[in-house]
């Protein structure tokens, strides 16, 4: 790209500001007709940098969710209850559709009852083959005629309060 003459130095890789990277060098070639005279007749840097100059203090990471206590514990319950709310107030705007829970509205394959009623007992039988009620804190709605898991179990901490 540039050829290295007196008057056309070769441009250099190393970076004279010694900034952490990511950074960006632009290199601008001065050439002698257009550099006022106090400026120096040589290749220039500009560096710009997507970080900021000023240091902050490193902090520890802390798993938030390892810490027991009663304050956090109540802030937990409290988020909780609100996301319940909230979704009863969601799903209140829908009107009752008395067919989806009727007892004897749906019949498949030898099922009989609600069509919320198959849903949830055909989504715990996949559930179930995945291996999600092998965990201690699982529990199916209906727990008779379950399939096996098709995956290796896991192995899960044992607590004193379990």
Do not use: W
């Amino acid at each position: 790209m540039f050829s290295s003459t007196p008057n056309n130095p070769p441009i250099s890789t190393s970076n004279p500001l010694k900034s952490s990277p990511p950074n960006l060098r632009i290199a601008i070639l001065i050439t002698p007709n257009l550099i006022p005279k106090s400026l120096p007749k040589k290749l220039s840097f500009i560096q710009a940098s997507a970080f900021s100059p000023i240091s902050y203090p490193h902090k520890e990471r802390v798993d938030a969710r390892e810490s027991y206590t009663l304050d956090s514990i109540r802030h937990f319950l409290i988020r909780q209850e609100d996301s319940i709310i909230f979704s009863l107030l969601e799903r209140a705007q829908y009107c009752y559709n008395a067919d989806t829970y009727g007892h004897h509205a749906f019949s498949k394959d030898g099922f009989h009852g609600s069509l919320v009623e198959f849903m949830v007992k055909e989504t715990e039988k996949l559930h179930a083959q995945m291996g999600r009620y092998d965990s201690p804190k699982e529990h199916p709605f209906f727990p008779a005629q379950l399939p096996k898991p098709m995956l290796p179990p896991l192995k899960y901490p044992q607590h004193a309060f379990s």
